[in-house]
């Protein structure tokens, strides 16, 4: 069976729809947790793609976190010279960025995007995009786009939200596997929604509901793409 890894940073993160969908395709699911101690397959040969997914730290922790640094190595040596389809989420956004050159850096007036946020695709990105959209955001951090790599949507508060490099490396700022019960968890848990711009947890249900299953279509629409 075609195998996809998937790169976790905490192990309760939920894929979503984006397990779903590629489990329908016939897509057998490996997951790799490198916080927890496991390590990332020195060759992506065993592998038909790879998506990295968001996570609570920073691109930018290298020095402090060694599995942050484990895996830009990885990224840049395992990844990028494979060839093979590559999706970074948010955070997994983020490493792909650096890896490539770009700056990763908190909003310079302190905004966060926390809710689904609109998204207005470049000339480039309506290949990926067919119009403005809603996707659901939780971060405090952007990236630049690389000088190596082509904007494909941008945003209100940050500009960079997508980005293509070379022809199957993708980064987008957004979270598309996001699930109702994962909202419901973190409206348990977390309270970064009081930051400017942070949506409340009643909108971001409301937005849930109404904005899921366009995300759900772009995924299956952009898997046919991404995956051949």
């Known amino acids: 069976m075609k195998k ?8 309760t993160t939920n894929p979503g729809p984006i397990a779903e969908i590629l489990s329908e395709r016939g897509y057998q699911i490996e997951k790799r947790t490198p916080r927890e101690g496991e390590q990332l397959p020195l060759t992506l040969d065993d592998y038909e793609a790879a998506i990295s997914f968001g996570g609570a730290m920073s691109a930018n922790d290298y020095e402090k976190s060694p599995f942050i640094r484990a895996e830009l190595d990885w990224i840049s040596t395992t ?10 989420i948010c955070l997994g956004a983020q ?28 000339l480039a990105g309506h290949q990926y995009f067919n119009s403005a959209c809603y996707f659901y955001h ?3 951090e952007g990236f630049d786009i690389p000088s190596s790599a082509v904007r ?8 960079n939200q997508a980005f293509r ?3 199957n490396a993708f980064g987008v700022q957004f979270h598309p596997e996001m699930v109702q019960s994962t909202l419901e968890r973190w409206q348990r848990t977390e309270t970064e929604v009081k930051l400017p711009n942070g949506h409340s947890w009643s909108e971001q249900i409301q937005d849930h509901i109404k904005y899921a299953p366009f995300v759900k279509n772009w995924l299956n629409d952009f898997f046919s793409g991404w995956l051949g």
């Open 79 to 88: 990844v990028l010279s494979s060839n093979k389809p590559f999706l970074g």
């Open 95 to 122: 490493l792909l960025a650096r890896v490539l050159g770009a700056t990763v850096a908190k909003h310079p007036q302190g905004e966060v995007e926390i809710g689904y946020h609109l998204l207005t695709p470049t």
């Open 152 to 159: 494909l949507a941008s945003g209100s508060i940050f500009e």
């Open 4 to 11: 996809i890894l998937f790169i976790l940073h905490k192990a």
């Open 138 to 140: 939780w971060n405090s």
């Open 165 to 167: 490099y070379g022809e």
